[in-house]
């Protein structure tokens, strides 16, 4: 009997086993798929983003003189500023190429410089008042059709993918004429293009340019943001939490508070959006696309997800601790705010590194109350009209330039750096003062 109970078994092993490794084999196809399109996603993002950190720039000899910028050598600052820059660069560029006298020539080689080149060159005379009346040598910011294809290292001899040529597929994709490109190899050829660290991507706001355009004015945008986000929501989500867990009593009245809680925090961020425009900016009249009314909104949208978390922190602190407390003699609130509250900080903290985090990927309710705009100044206080970094991303990713994909992409890498800073930073502090009880 035992003997053919045995043979059974071992007859059914093999099929067990093999089920066995099926199931194993489908987790680890799962894993390696997920890791598969994790990296497609990341090295997608990286090799369209990392050409946004550099910007190319063309060296010039420029005159600075009084017939050449129409102002005096002893003009005022303001009257610097008006000087005729634009002027001077294109006098530069067609002293360069002589056989240039066609107008719409001139306008395309004016056109492989940067428009914002003027003020770059304006700023370099405010500091260099002693170069009046000189011809200095000078790098310029390129066009950003110009800095596509020298990032790229196109080859600039072939012909424009255009007409008869669509088909051709060794041909340029560019908007720049065969006259601009010409100008542009002879650029190339004297070694008067370079391709440097980008320091525009950080320093301006958004721009119609995208050479031009930068992510300063978002940074701005979103650590004002977050920074009335956390304001607002830590200390009303760790009060609610420590009513919660250790002084409400068990009814009905309570147990509904926590039914809504834990509703709150699966409602779409949408909404949140439709409430801070319907109440916030309809009812209120408070400042449009600011950060003040982002901040509120945001910081409704986080309580819950902080509340969750502190009360979990709190809950996972042994009862011992709070009857020896209370033992000793202390009062209520002695116990939690001596004992219970630092203990469970951590933990508390770790929770809502994490729904800042959150907060910091939201659009959809900053574009309920116009967070969309389009920013060029950098805001100076929570009042000022702002935008934040997934909106700048939201915004690019819609602009019909091709240089914003990488624009697009490498705000993305910002974001995606943050928000790993921001998890790492909730992970060390989780490893560094955990408690095993």
């Known amino acids: ?162 007409g008869k040529n669509k088909n051709n597929e060794s041909a340029l994709i560019t908007r720049l004429s065969e006259d601009q490109l010409g100008w542009l190899q002879s650029f190339k050829d004297a070694g008067d293009t370079n391709v440097r660290f980008s320091s525009t991507f950080f320093t301006n706001g958004d721009s119609r340019e995208p050479e031009q355009a930068g992510i300063r004015a978002a940074l701005i945008g979103s650590a004002y943001t977050l920074l009335i986000t956390f304001v607002l929501s830590f200390p009303i989500a760790v009060a609610a939490a420590i009513y919660l867990e250790e002084f409400a009593p068990q009814n009905r009245w309570t147990d509904l508070v926590e039914v809504n809680i834990n509703n709150l925090a699966a409602v779409p961020s949408i909404v949140f959006g439709l409430l801070g425009l319907a109440i916030f900016i309809n009812y209120l009249a408070m400042p449009r696309s600011a950060p003040v009314v982002g901040g509120i909104v945001l910081s409704l949208m986080t309580l819950p997800t902080i509340i969750i978390s502190s009360r979990a922190a709190l809950k996972a602190v042994p009862p011992s601790i709070r009857e020896a407390a209370r033992g000793l003699g202390a009062s209520p609130v002695q116990v939690v705010t001596h004992h219970v509250l630092p203990l469970a900080m951590p933990g508390i903290l770790t929770g809502t590194i994490i729904g800042l ?81």
């Open 1 to 162: 009997m035992n003997n053919a109970t045995t043979e059974r078994v071992r007859a059914t092993l093999k099929k067990r086993y093999l089920k066995e490794k099926i199931f194993r084999g489908f987790g680890i196809t799962a894993i390696a798929a997920s890791l598969g399109f994790l990296v497609l996603l990341l090295g997608s993002i990286l090799i369209k983003g990392l050409p946004a950190f550099q910007a190319t720039y063309l060296n010039v000899d420029i005159e600075l003189t009084e017939d050449v910028l129409d102002i005096s050598a002893d003009a005022s600052t303001e009257e610097l500023r008006g000087a005729n820059f634009s002027g001077a660069i294109n006098q530069a560029l067609r002293d360069r190429f002589p056989e240039v006298t066609k107008r719409k020539q001139r306008r395309q080689l004016s056109g492989l410089v940067s428009s914002g080149a003027e003020y770059a060159l304006a700023d370099y005379l405010a500091e260099n008042r002693d170069q009046f009346g000189n011809t200095v040598n000078l790098w310029l910011l390129a066009d950003d059709e110009v800095d596509a294809l020298i990032k790229r290292n196109k080859d600039l001899t072939q012909p424009i993918k255009r």
């Open 357 to 437: 985090a959150q907060a910091l990927g939201e659009t959809a309710p900053l574009l309920m109350i116009g967070m969309v705009a389009f920013i060029v100044d950098i805001p100076q206080s929570v009042t000022d009209p702002s935008t934040v970094l997934p909106v700048q991303v939201f915004l690019w990713a819609d602009a019909p330039e091709r240089a914003f994909t990488e624009r697009t992409s490498g705000a993305i890498l910002v974001l995606l750096a943050f928000l790993v800073v921001m998890n790492l930073t909730a992970v060390l502090l989780r490893k560094k003062f955990e408690r095993r009880w």
